[in-house]
């Protein structure tokens, strides 16, 4: 299976997808492309290892993304840490063949303007017990596609945003390379 992954950040999930490819623990994966909407330190991270690497203008990453994919036989794009809103004509197009991952429990805690510390700020005035990650399929509506999976840890008293941001991000390890497996597997 041919993935694309999309990038707007320090390039953790694309790591471990990486490391995953690398390791055997997604032997029918192999990264095609990185495409980032910005500099950020994903792009050191892909070129490090020689994947074919573009960084487009976010107003117009949709088209220049829908270019750069042509021919190129993608089965999947996954977006890690990627934080521009796609057109609904590119997701139209790729929704079936798109995955996220959110920093919460979806259908709670997204949409626009919910990522990051915003999102697990938002989970602590709620006053949630749990919190996780959530994969799922891409829509033209921010959060809104199926769930593929999702992973699960307690609140403990007295957590705040950094340590929900890391709890997240052990959790986000882990269930993505499980989604992305079996996506590869079916």
Wanted: charged residues 25%; proline residues 2%.
């Amino acid at each position: 299976m041919k993935i694309a992954v999309f990038v707007s950040g320090g390039g953790t999930n694309l790591q471990n997808i990486i490391d995953a490819v690398e390791e055997g623990t997604l032997p029918n994966v192999e990264i095609s492309m990185v495409m980032a909407d910005r500099d950020c330190y994903a792009i050191e991270r892909s070129l490090d290892k020689d994947i074919r690497t573009y960084v487009l203008d976010r107003k117009t990453f949709s088209e220049d993304a829908e270019h750069n994919l042509e021919g190129e036989e993608i089965d999947l794009i996954v977006l890690a840490g990627f934080l521009t809103i796609l057109t609904p004509e590119f997701t139209s197009k790729w929704g079936s063949k798109m995955i996220n991952i959110h920093p919460a429990l979806l259908p709670k805690f997204g949409g626009k303007g919910m990522y990051g510390a915003k999102v697990h700020q938002a989970v602590l005035e709620a006053g949630e017990k749990t919190s996780g990650a959530t994969v799922h399929y891409v829509t033209a509506g921010v959060d809104e596609g199926q769930i593929i999976c999702q992973g699960t840890f307690e609140i403990e008293a007295g957590d705040e945003v950094a340590d929900l941001q890391r709890k997240v991000a052990e959790v986000e390890s882990k269930i993505y390379i499980q989604a992305i497996k079996q996506i590869s597997e079916a």
